[in-house]
């Protein structure tokens, strides 16, 4: 039977997929904090599985990790920015998905690329959310709101090469599709930049 097998450094982050995988009825084979057990435990799965981890883990990149799996191991990583070599068009079984992700959409695209082995075109739609709560133009941002919104442009900038107008438009984009106000996402978007800058020092 295909299941899962989490790799991230930060173990709690581990234990945040692990639990939701878990809330959702899918199978989790195994934690890693590092490449080189991530790859130990891929050994001792008959028939592949699906692996979930961050773009670094400690001892490579998602990618080195990618092009040392079996061909039955598709990676779906999840990070706020793409992981350094990631090249879709050359990469089959490599997948990305952008964080931060809601629990019931991350159980949707594992099982969907357990089972299928390929990622939604169409992507997971949030039915039950309700509109009123997705996107208020009407609210009224505090000075600290539009620091973090200006601060988290200044991220994507820097991180995806956008400019001021194209790092707007995906906040705006990204926050509509979450259901998150955009000074929630831009605040989740720096605080996820802080803790891979604290795990690179």
């Keep these: 039977m295909r299941g ?6 930060d173990q709690q982050m581990a234990s945040k997929v692990r639990d939701i995988m878990i809330r959702y009825g899918i199978n989790v084979r195994g934690i890693a904090h590092n490449g080189s057990a991530l790859l130990r435990l891929t050994l001792l799965e008959d028939g592949g599985g699906l692996v979930i981890c961050g773009s670094e883990l400690k001892d ?3 990618y080195q990790l990618f092009t040392q799996l079996s061909e039955d191991f598709d990676v779906l990583v999840l990070s706020a920015m793409p992981p350094t070599g990631f ?11 952008s964080a931060p ?8 695209y594992s099982r969907t690329l357990l089972n ?6 169409a992507g997971y739609k949030r039915d039950s959310r309700p509109k009123k709560d997705v996107f208020e133009q009407k609210t009224k941002r505090s000075p600290e709101e539009e620091r973090d919104i200006q601060m988290a442009k200044m991220v994507l900038i820097d991180r995806r090469h956008f400019s001021e107008e194209e790092a707007h438009r995906y906040l705006q984009k990204e926050s509509m599709q979450r259901g998150l106000r955009m000074a929630t996402l831009a605040r989740q978007i720096l605080d996820i930049d802080q803790q891979q800058k604290e795990g690179a020092g």
């Design 60 to 62: 490579m990149t998602a």
């Design 4 to 9: 899962v097998i989490i790799g991230f450094s």
């Design 116 to 121: 299928t082995r390929q990622m939604p075109i």
């Design 87 to 97: 090249f879709p068009e050359e990469a089959m079984g490599l997948f990305y998905l």
């Design 101 to 108: 992700v809601f629990s019931e959409e991350l159980a949707f």
